[in-house]
């Protein structure tokens, strides 16, 4: 098998190609971080800069490791920098561990919506690698928040699914408040992740 020769790409473009393989995972940025002296140095001197790898490392500390104020105080960073998914993470963090949610009143419903689908389809390894205390809060928020979010008329109920996070998303038009359409999208979060 014939290998591209990356290194004899422009640098804006070996930038972008590091900037893309960063969106992946961690795992991948870190191979090509080892695959030679000028791509470790392109790496890091990327690295601290990109809010994309900003991004992902903060919700991998939050997750993952359950190092919630760093992986807060990274995805603050990433969002500060403009990127909308960690805009969006950053908001629904603070909404499920501290109860703040002066961050998600910021964000229109519209961009809500498409920027939670994004982040949710990456999956995060589908609640194998999420800390305990992630997993506490979504046992409590499915006793807490999903009887209140079916039996209460805001929003036309679409059909009678079972009330659970599996159907949280198409149990009710989109004429409902904003409270319970952000209760739907950490629903949606606690499901997805």
Known sequence: MEYFPLLELPEDIQALVVQRVAR???LD??????????????VDR??????????IKGAQ???????KKEGLALMKRAADAGYARAVYLHAIIRAIFWSDVQYISRIPRESA??????VRSVKWGWGMWHCNE????????????????????????????WWCLLHIDRS???NMCD??????????LFRDF
């Open 113 to 118: 919506e498409r920027i939670g689908k994004l």
């Open 61 to 67: 500390f939050v997750y993952t490791f359950g190092f």
């Open 172 to 174: 009710k038009d989109d």
């Open 46 to 55: 990327r690295r601290e800069g990109n809010p994309s790898t900003i991004y």
């Open 134 to 161: 992630f997993r506490k809060k979504s046992e409590v928020f499915e006793w807490s928040f999903l009887e209140e979010f079916y039996s209460y008329n805001c929003g036309n109920l679409n059909d009678r699914l």
């Open 24 to 26: 992946n995972s961690i």
């Open 29 to 42: 940025l870190f191979c090509v971080r080892e695959s030679s002296k000028w791509m470790k140095a392109l």
């Open 179 to 188: 409270l319970f359409f952000w209760i739907k999208e950490l629903g949606c």
